[in-house]
Each structure stands twice: as C-alpha cells, then as structure tokens.
C-alpha cells in the first residue's frame, strides 16, 4: 500500500497526483480496493443498458432462484452469505445465463458484484464432468487472479467436480501436461504461452471466455494486443465478457474490438457530498490544545468507529462503518490552498446510503480563513463547536 493513497467514503482509494509521476499502480490499486471491502457497494443511480438486439425483452431477476442454478451453486452463493442479487447482477445474470449465450460489456464501479457474477456464469456453464478447460478468465495480474480464483472457490464449494487452475508467471507445467481443471484464470502473457507455445490450452473447447479489469488491462504495455489474439483463436459460439470499472474512451474503443455483438451495461459511480454531514470546528491554539479538544469530544458523546486524519496521508481504511471524522489537521496542498478534494473524500458521503455522519475539524487561529475558503467552496455551513459543551451535537 502506497503512502499517497486516500481512502474514498466508499473504502476504495484513489492515488493522488504525487502518483503521477512514477505511474499510478491501477493493478495495486484495484487489489486494494478488494482486499479491504468486505460487503457490496450500494448505489442509488439506475443501470443503463444497451442490448444488442433492443427488440428482444430485457429480463432482470430480483432473487437468485429465478436464475434457476445448478443446486450446488445456489448453496454455494447462499453460503457466501448472499441474500438476493446487486443491482448490476440484476441486469447482468439473466443475459450472462442466457440461452444462447450473450456477450457483455459491464461497467461499474468496484465493489459493486461484478466478479461474483462472472463466477457465476463461469460455475453455472462448465462442465465437470469434461475434463479440460472450458472457462479462461484474463486477469492483469497474478495477485488479482488469485483473487479472482478465491471467489471461483467459495462460490464452487459445493461444485466439488470442478477444478481452478492459474496460468501465471511461476506456475510450471511440464510439457505434455493434460490440463484437465475446466477453469483457468491467468495473465495474457502466460495464457497465451499455454495456448500457443505450449499447447496447454485447447482454445477452440472454451466456452465462456472473461476479460476482467480492462481498465487496468489496456494500461500494461502488451496485454491488449495479447488478449486479443487470444480472443481471435476463440470459437465463434463462446460467451464473451469484459468488465471493467472505469470506462474512458480507450476503454471503449478495447472492450468493442475484442466484445462481438455485445449488449452494455453500465452504472454510474455514486458522487460524494457533504449533504448530510454535520460539520463542526473547534478553535484551538496549538496541538496540544487540539489534542485536549479531540479528548473532550471523545468524553462528551458517543463515539463507534471514527478517523483521525492529520496532515500525513492516510492509507485505504473502509470508512464506510465511520459515522464520525475528525480533520486534527485540515488537508492542504503545497501551496497551503486547502485541497477540497481530500475533504470530500475525508468526510462526504454518497447521498443516498451515508449515514447521518458527524466531521470536527480542528483549527489553530490562523488556519480560520482556510475553514472559510471550505466553506465557500462547498456552500455548506461548519459550525464552531464549544469542546466544553457538547450538548450542542446530541
Ligand atoms: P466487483 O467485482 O464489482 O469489485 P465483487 O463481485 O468483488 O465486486 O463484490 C464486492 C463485494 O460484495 C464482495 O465482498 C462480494 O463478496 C460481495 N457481493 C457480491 N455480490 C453480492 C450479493 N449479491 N450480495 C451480497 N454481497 C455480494
């Protein structure tokens, strides 16, 4: 985990612009992103879709039974402890199950369910019973292909016949190998060694072909034109997907070359705002005096979780549990301009799920036009706060 990262009200992180210069890690970044966040990402906006033949009805399911699953896989979602699909899985499921199979490009934000199910469609679709591999998942790194295959794991616990097998760096497989596992999840470079080289990989015997992260995959140098020709030795009848959690142009314009025939599926990232925030601050004359005040909120009402953000950065917490923020330090660039940004993220919440938090900031005299210029800049009020007095806040 990088220093520079900042924590998203969400508990995914963005890098920030000292990144820029050695290159921001999308990969480090995507996989912190999943090893902190335990639970889905909610989101109040609606999923746009785009089917590729828009005459056909747009189904959407509401529970998992109506997916009608293989029972094992159904146990194994359940035991996931899954109650009904995400908002994207509603949309994504029944095409991605679909009879024939439909090709799919989703876009959403991390967190919001896409690996459980593209797992899904994977689980639902091998055959355990045919020993060869019949499910490819590309993934940009060796760690997010572990992760990947994590999922395929618990959600397969009951699937005890089918098997995962990773093709990445590392991973030696003498010559002459039957791979008889039906899912392999892996990186370009060494997918395509197997497939090609190696023989490993019978491509033309797959039959739900996955491209995950493809933000992060157009961004290594090779792995573009390397998943494309694996694509290219795929059957014509194989599912195709492609998911990705940004979509800029670039995106776009991969996900539509590899993607025949695709229907589209996109939800949009939820914004952050400072809506229902009450904000606070308390005038304070030096950090010890700062210190005093945090003492006296601690003692004066009801805190559960809560962060401390001081000057230095602050690494990828999820935040989402946190009802209360305190800035003991508010944040500033290098110009001593306050970066709004940074307090957005520090405190604002997505306007629809954010429970009612609470933000102090804690501020020495002359750091007061700094609070006013946040103020400004939002148009929301931060009221001075008595640390005597807390009754103020309950
Ligand atoms: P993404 O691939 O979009 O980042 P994931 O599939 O990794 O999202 O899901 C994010 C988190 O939500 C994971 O912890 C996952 O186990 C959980 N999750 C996914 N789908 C559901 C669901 N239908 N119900 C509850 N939790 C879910």
């Not at 999943?34 to 639970?39: A, D, G, T």
């Not at 402890?81 to 959403?108: D, V, W």
């Amino acid at each position: 985990i990088r220093s520079t990262a900042v924590p998203n009200v969400d508990g995914s992180v963005n890098y920030t612009e000292d990144d820029e210069e050695d290159g921001v890690d999308l990969a480090a970044n995507s996989l912190l992103n999943k090893l902190i966040r335990q639970s889905l990402v909610e989101s109040s906006h609606l999923v746009e879709v785009l089917q590729k033949d828009p005459s056909s009805p747009l189904y959407s399911v509401k529970t998992f039974e109506e997916l009608r699953l293989k029972e094992e896989l159904l146990k194994g979602i359940y035991a996931m402890g899954f109650n009904r699909p995400s908002k994207i899985q509603e949309m994504a499921l029944p095409m991605m199950l679909a009879h024939p199979p439909q090709n799919l490009i989703a876009q959403s934000q991390s967190g919001t369910g896409k690996t459980a199910a593209f797992v899904l469609a994977m689980l639902s679709r091998v055959n355990a019973l045919e020993l060869f591999p019949q499910c490819l998942c590309l993934a940009p790194t060796y760690e997010l292909a572990l992760q990947t295959g994590r999922v395929v794991e618990r959600m397969g616990k009951f699937c005890v016949d089918v098997q995962v097998m990773y093709a990445i760096r590392g991973n030696q497989i003498p010559r002459g190998t039957d791979i008889t596992k039906q899912i392999v999840i892996g990186t370009p470079g060494t997918v395509l060694d197997w497939c090609f080289k190696r023989r490993l990989i019978d491509l033309t015997k797959i039959r739900v072909f996955v491209l995950d992260e493809a933000d992060v995959m157009i961004d290594t140098q090779g792995f573009s034109d390397q998943s494309i020709r694996i694509q290219r030795a795929l059957p014509s009848e194989c599912q195709m997907l492609l998911f990705s959690a940004t979509f800029e142009e670039s995106v776009w314009q991969f996900a539509e070359r590899i993607i025949p025939d695709p229907n589209v599926i996109k939800l949009r990232k939820e914004e952050l705002t400072l809506n229902n925030i009450r904000q606070y601050y308390v005038l304070c004359r030096d950090r010890k005096d700062k210190y005093q005040a945090l003492c006296n909120i601690y003692g004066g009402i009801t805190i559960g979780q809560a962060i401390i953000f001081c000057q230095t950065p602050v690494r990828g917490i999820d935040v989402k549990q946190v009802t209360i923020v305190v800035n003991f330090d508010l944040p500033v660039n290098q110009a001593e301009e306050p970066d709004y940004e940074t307090y957005l993220h520090r405190i604002g919440r997505t306007g629809r799920f954010g429970k009612k938090g609470l933000a102090f900031n804690m501020i020495e005299l002359d750091k007061l036009p700094l609070l006013k210029k946040i103020q400004d800049h939002f148009n929301s009020s931060i009221k001075q706060l008595d640390p005597e007095d807390m009754d103020e806040i309950e």
